[in-house]
């Protein structure tokens, strides 16, 4: 049984930082890229951040970029997001993912495995 587990959101004040992290089990994902997306309350779900398996190429949407940072350990089956300058728009239900492509997929339509959600709060 193929599983993803985020941690590591909470609340932070605004200009603050967070880093999440999503522990995949069950199978290894070493060829697929890696993808954070999030989801605001009454707002579809967005791409934030992907990073392809095999290589360290990364893309990122343009409300973060400068911002977060994606990585990933393939030896642990671990992918992590490090949120800094945090805005109280990064406010969002946060989601690890793994895509069947190598990467350069920003639809969650290209990404069958999903982690549980992790809730980021960002408060003046």
């Known amino acids: 049984q193929v599983q993803l587990v985020e941690s590591g959101g909470g609340l932070v004040q605004v200009g603050g930082s967070l880093r999440l992290s999503c522990a995949a089990s069950?199978?290894?994902?070493?060829?697929?890229?890696k993808a954070w997306f999030r989801q605001a309350p009454g707002k579809e779900r967005e791409f934030v951040a992907s990073i392809r398996g095999s290589s360290y190429i990364t893309d990122y949407a343009d409300s973060v970029k400068g911002r977060f940072t994606i990585s990933r350990d393939n030896a642990k089956n671990t992918v992590s997001l490090q949120m800094s300058s945090l805005k109280p728009e990064d406010t969002a239900v946060y989601y690890c993912?793994?895509?069947?492509?190598?990467?350069?997929?920003?639809?969650?339509?290209?990404?069958?495995?999903w982690g549980q959600g992790t809730q980021v709060t960002v408060s003046s």
């Open positions: 069950g199978r290894t994902f070493s060829s697929y890229a």
């Open positions: 993912a793994v895509a069947d492509t190598i990467g350069g997929v920003r639809s969650p339509r290209d990404y069958p495995y």
